[in-house]
């Protein structure tokens, strides 16, 4: 661990979910996948298209919406819809499928496994300061087994624009009562989650995977976040 900045008195701990607590990346490609299978067995073959094509469609979506992209559920939902109805579905049936292929897509994106020995971080820290979560992703604290340790978890959309905005830290900082500075927020994006929550006023510890150059220094840096059993009294 490194120390950049003096921390002040902490009474609750913030987490990052994706990227932060498990790899990500597997789960949003096993996502994918089951999505496009979805859309595979409910359009007829000379429809079937490859990722590329929805992709496309969710950058035009962008760039018509571009408040769409705080909802990222909402978003790949209006999306399909949208690249179904430019295949010439009728309105029901792009609406029908679409809502299969995010189904297929968010039962996948949330079936995440937590390593035992994070889960063994989190209980110990639970002791000791409230734990929330704040993600711009789908993830489910309580599908991934893990929402015991926590009081509550934000998700750009339902809860405010995402990250780096400061809008779910001020909301965490209002549900918990707490002033945001008593708040250490910990996540591997240097924009989304240091920036972020400093702008926001809250305290930051940046997991560095890559050993990235930054100019803006977080309160403390980890390599891994079992560093984070360092706070625990």
């Not at 897509?105 to 889960?119: K, L």
């Amino acid at each position: 661990m490194q120390i950049y900045k003096q921390l002040q008195p902490i009474q609750a701990l913030s987490f990052d979910l994706d990227d932060t607590l498990y790899n990500n990346k597997p789960v949003i490609a096993a996502a994918e996948q089951a999505m496009l299978l979805a859309l595979a067995q409910h359009l007829p073959s000379k429809l079937t298209t490859d990722s590329d094509f929805w992709w496309q469609h969710r950058q035009q979506l962008a760039r018509t919406n571009p408040e769409i992209r705080h909802d990222l559920g909402r978003w790949r939902l209006l999306s399909l819809e949208a690249g179904l109805l430019s295949l010439n579905l009728p309105q029901t049936d792009a609406s029908a499928i679409a809502n299969i292929a995010y189904g297929a897509f968010i039962q996948q994106r949330t079936t995440i496994t937590v390593d035992i020995e994070i889960q063994q971080l989190l209980a110990a820290l639970a002791k000791h300061y409230q734990l929330i979560a704040i993600t711009n992703g789908n993830a489910c604290i309580d599908k991934m087994a893990i929402g015991q340790w926590f009081q509550f978890s934000l998700q750009a959309g339902p809860d405010g624009r995402m990250k780096p905005y400061p809008d779910m830290y001020l909301k965490a900082a209002q549900q918990l009562n707490l002033a945001p500075q008593q708040i250490l927020h910990i996540g591997d994006s240097h924009r989304a989650d240091v920036i972020g929550a400093l702008n926001a006023g809250c305290q930051t510890a940046w997991l560095d995977h890559h050993n990235s150059a930054i100019s803006v220094l977080p309160h403390i840096r980890l390599t891994n976040v079992q560093m984070l059993s360092a706070l625990i009294p």
